[in-house]
């Protein structure tokens, strides 16, 4: 049972990247999703979350609109795409899954299942 974060990267200020989730191991159809990540220095803070049971998704205020969940069911598979990039966006982003409701507009990282997380560097 596992679960791998991925598509992290350098990319220039105003670029974009998409992040991908896979679990193996079990199944994401039916999880909630969380998207996190963490800056040098800072405390871990929620980006994103699918809710599976409201087919809802949640998003951080600082998104301001540039960040996007997808899924992708047949490849078990969750995505973060995010466009506009900042250096700020700078972080390790982790993914997370729980078969239970975890996600909502709260972001709370109480998800038991979490990826080893893919570093995220945006050049200004």
């Known amino acids: 049972v596992q679960l791998q974060a991925s598509g992290g990267g350098l990319v220039n200020s105003g670029g974009s990247l998409r992040l991908s989730c896979t679990a193996s191991g079990f199944n994401l159809a039916y999880d909630d999703i969380g998207w996190f990540r963490q800056a040098p220095g800072k405390e871990r803070e929620g980006v994103a979350c699918y809710s599976s049971a409201v087919d809802r998704t949640y998003y951080a205020a600082f998104l301001e609109g540039r960040f996007t969940i997808s899924r992708d069911k047949p490849k078990n598979t969750v995505y973060l795409q995010m466009n506009s990039l900042k250096p700020e966006d700078t972080a390790v982003y982790y993914c997370?899954?729980?078969?239970?409701?975890?996600?909502?507009?709260?972001?709370?990282?109480?998800?038991?299942?979490w990826g080893q997380g893919t570093l995220v560097t945006v050049s200004s």
């Open positions: 997370a899954a729980d078969s239970l409701m975890r996600c909502s507009n709260e972001l709370r990282g109480t998800y038991r299942r």
